[in-house]
């Protein structure tokens, strides 16, 4: 064996692993060489999660980034020759009417992203699938694209190191563990292992179940946890015998029983001559930390294979037997039955990317091996360009707040997300039973006395409506319909709706908790700003003013959006609560990279924000403020901030509006925020929830949202978010920006669309939720933008100001034309929509009360 090294470009800890491999061959891709990979284990890995793993992929999320690298995933396994595209199948039973609804909800997410998903009956599925029993199933899902990595991902992991090897670009040393890490001023020096210590400028950490004890040397904690993933066998099975085949039959999912199965083909291959029957755990799935997994030593079978007890999943098995009755006829394997140790994780989402503590240090796990290449790419991509061609807030490690990140929160929340991890269908607006009330505002026992319904961001208890507010349905009941379908309905409350209208009657309080907001400080904060933000910043014109602007990464695509308060001697800004956390770890490495002197510090958890809107706002404000004339229209302009005094307390207000009416944001520090609620409450100012401001009002305004709207895949023109001019001043960006603009046209365009007709086939009118496709009226087809961007509705709610369906999507091109008639598709139905923005334009003019055409 090669002398080990003293120095590297980049360390991979765990290059065993398929992630690590598939980070060490992108990277090599992307033009990277002198490359150390190092492995507690074998190369490729004998005991993490890919030594054992089903191997199987479906792209059949909810979630447009997770289908893209499983697809890109599916095409890189085959073009090695390592993939078997046998196709899969999701069915629902015959008693399980909400499977199948699931599973329609997937066919239309599949159109959205771009996957060849399609319904498929009984009899097909009992054609595709003959071990099935055809009366048992209503329905479900086939896709072609499915299949398994062969003859295991294992094998391609290896295969990746070898080449990798052989091009001179990697070096590998297995069986060598990083005892610690080198760290020097915050950034990554080398990594301390068995063998001896290696310098390096960049360490990857593509440990897998290990991945929060590798963290641990940083002085952090990933939000993953290891869970026992029951895997038993059946056989022997010889349908495929003298095949040579690695599967035989597409894989079969059925999640209602939250269980797969497939079989392992010809008896002569790796594993073959059996069926494998996979259990995911509901009731209680057993979370494994760690620090607990057995050494290679001790472990019966390998650390991430824990001993199987049938018991524990008779029930599940019981009920798979009569779906599939030859599990019952074959003999079962238990010496070859086991827990399988796979990585479950706060949110549903890897955590990717570098450090927050450490520059240099990058995360890669809470990866499957769907995702593993798909993944790599993402983070080599990232590590070479500073962005991916993908927007990639959700697996951005830098998402999590601190409160995220300790140790009760992860186990909590994971909990919860590995009882799901296949049944039950999980809502779009769905929240969290732990990891609750972490943050509260000063006024929730308030809330709590009016009936609050209580939703989570960024760990703040957000109201997002009263039940005190109940009786407005008997004066606003004929414009808020009942919502008969229980999906529609559900984790929505109809009160949200009548608030809304009384605000607008009237006037309302709004609590803005989940504001994440931070300063920016220092001699160089206004040049600091000034090359981060769009929109001009700098000059003593700006003091006093507060400017809604957007970072843009280096392809001039939109990364944030948010607004700022300048102020004599610091910026504000002011973020959104999942937004915030990335954004000012962005600023921060941004700051340090190019040198500003800056010092941007979290100030979310001290200052408090209450919104006033309303016709009546400023006649309500007025009465509770020491010098009420301030507030007069001549005295207050638009977008301006002042300091006031409310309740002897001193309060910043800032004249904006995110739901059209007119009114002020109340910035005050957090102990006297209660005094400032109790002021305006005793003048009868109506608290309204935050559906309002969230969603319904601010869809009728046609007002973009981050992480959903505002993407990496996306430019601040096709967003129509642009300024009339550019600013002299540079700010990063500005450069393509500029190239953007020059076009004659943008590729596409985000349209405001209505739905023209939300009646079902069933007669049931339908209020939808989620990400559905747009689609051409005489084709059929998912709309797709001269890029390859496919047209799918990011943020839709019913507008109850305008009495209608309302969603915002990016549009090619050629179908922006207010008018323009598509349909959307909604659990497996189609329901025409039009056009009625392109670009920027509310829908509802508070000035006339009444919707624009």
């Not at 499983?70 to 039973?93: P, Q, W």
């Not at 608030?499 to 309080?509: H, K, P, T």
Request: glycine share 10%; proline share 5%; with cysteine.
């Amino acid at each position: 064996m090669a002398a080990f090294p003293e120095k590297a470009r980049v360390v991979i800890i765990g290059i065993g692993g398929i992630v690590g491999a598939s980070v060490a061959h992108h990277l090599i891709e992307r033009g990277w060489d002198d490359i150390v990979g190092i492995d507690k284990s074998g190369i490729p890995t004998d005991i993490g999660s890919t030594a054992h793993a089903s191997d199987f992929c479906y792209a059949t999320s909810h979630d447009y980034l997770s289908t893209w690298t499983t697809l890109y995933s599916v095409d890189f396994y085959e073009k090695m020759g390592h993939y078997a595209r046998i196709g899969g199948i999701e069915v629902a039973r015959t008693d399980n009417d909400g499977r199948m609804d699931e599973i329609r909800r997937k066919v239309a997410s599949g159109k959205a992203f771009g996957t060849r998903a399609r319904l498929i009956s009984p009899a097909e599925i009992k054609e595709k699938f003959p071990l099935i029993e055809e009366d048992l199933v209503q329905g479900g899902l086939w896709d072609p694209d499915a299949g398994l990595v062969i003859p295991r991902s294992q094998t391609v992991a290896g295969k990746l190191v070898d080449q990798a090897v052989d091009a001179g670009k990697l070096q590998i040393f297995a069986n060598t563990s990083a005892l610690s890490l080198i760290i020097e001023d915050g950034r990554i020096k080398g990594v301390v292992t068995e063998r001896g210590t290696i310098m390096a400028d960049h360490v990857v950490v593509c440990t897998g179940l290990w991945g929060r004890l590798t963290a641990k040397l940083a002085g952090e904690d990933l939000p993953i946890f290891p869970v026992d993933h029951p895997l038993t066998f059946f056989g022997p099975y010889k349908e495929f015998e003298n095949t040579g085949k690695d599967i035989g039959w597409p894989l079969l999912r059925d999640q209602g029983n939250s269980a797969y199965m497939r079989d392992t083909g010809d008896p002569k291959t790796a594993e073959g001559g059996q069926i494998e029957w996979g259990y995911y755990e509901e009731a209680e799935p057993r979370l494994v930390h760690p620090r607990d997994l057995l050494s290679k030593e001790e472990a019966r079978l390998s650390p991430s294979q824990r001993d199987l007890d049938l018991e524990q999943v008779l029930p599940a098995l019981e009920r798979a037997m009569e779906l599939t009755p030859i599990l019952g006829e074959l003999g079962y394997n238990e010496s070859h039955s086991f827990n399988g140790l796979l990585q479950t994780t706060t949110d549903g989402g890897p955590s990717i990317g570098e450090s927050q503590k450490v520059r240099g240090l990058w995360y890669a796990v809470g990866i499957w091996v769907k995702d593993g290449p798909g993944m790599g790419k993402l983070v080599a991509d990232w590590m070479t360009d500073g962005r991916t061609s993908i927007d990639h807030a959700s697996i951005d490690y830098s998402r999590f707040n601190d409160f995220a990140l300790t140790e009760k929160f992860i186990e909590e929340r994971c909990l919860e997300t590995a009882a799901k991890i296949y049944n039950p269908p999980v809502h779009p607006r769905e929240p969290f039973g732990g990891g609750r009330n972490i943050r509260r505002s000063p006024f929730w026992e308030r809330e709590k006395d009016l009936g609050a319904y209580f939703m989570e961001l960024g760990g703040w208890e957000r109201a997002h409506g009263y039940a005190a507010n109940e009786h407005l349905l008997e004066k606003y009941g004929d414009r808020v319909p009942v919502r008969a379908n229980e999906w529609d309905t559900r984790h929505f409350w109809r009160v949200s709706n009548a608030e809304q209208l009384a605000m607008s009657d009237d006037c309302g309080i709004i609590n803005l908790s989940h504001f994440h907001i931070s300063d920016i400080e220092g001699p160089d904060h206004v040049a600091f700003m000034e090359w981060l933000c769009a929109a001009k910043i700098g000059g003593d014109a700006s003091i006093g003013k507060g400017i809604y602007t957007h970072f843009l990464d280096d392809e001039g695509n939109v990364r944030a959006d948010f607004t700022v308060l300048r102020m004599a001697d610091r910026i504000r800004m002011i973020n959104g609560a999942d937004a915030g956390p990335r954004d000012i770890h962005y600023m921060r490495r941004t700051a340090q990279d190019k040198g500003f002197d800056v010092t941007v510090t979290d100030i979310t958890e001290k200052v408090i924000t209450i919104g006033i809107w309303g016709p009546n706002a400023r006649v309500n404000l007025q009465k509770v403020v020491e010098d009420p004339e301030a507030l007069s229209l001549e005295n207050f302009g638009f977008a301006t901030f002042k300091p006031v005094r409310i309740a002897g307390k001193g309060v910043t207000a800032f004249r904006i509006s995110y739901v059209g009416e007119q009114g002020w944001e109340l910035h005050m520090a957090y102990e006297d925020g209660l005094a400032v609620w109790d002021a305006l409450r005793a003048e009868g100012v109506m608290a309204v929830g935050v559906e309002t401001y969230a969603n319904s009002r601010r869809m009728e305004k046609s007002l973009r949202l981050q992480n959903a709207d505002l993407l990496t895949h996306y430019n601040l023109l096709e967003a129509d978010l642009n300024r009339p001019k550019v600013k002299e001043a540079d700010f990063r960006g500005k450069a393509k920006h500029l190239e953007h603009r020059a076009r004659d046209h943008q590729p596409a365009k985000l349209c405001t669309l209505v739905l023209t007709d939300n009646v079902d086939s069933k007669g049931v009118a339908r209020f939808p939720l989620g990400i559905l496709p747009v689609m051409d009226p005489a084709t059929g087809e998912t709309l797709v933008d001269e890029l390859g961007r496919r047209s799918y509705t990011t943020s839709i709610a019913f507008g109850p100001s305008v009495g209608k369906n309302i969603a915002l999507a990016y549009l090619p091109w050629s179908y922006c034309q207010e008018g323009r008639k598509l349909v959307v598709e909604y659990f497996g139905e189609t329901y025409p929509v039009e056009v009625v923005s392109v670009g920027y334009r509310p829908l509802y003019d508070p000035e006339n009360k009444k919707p624009k055409s």
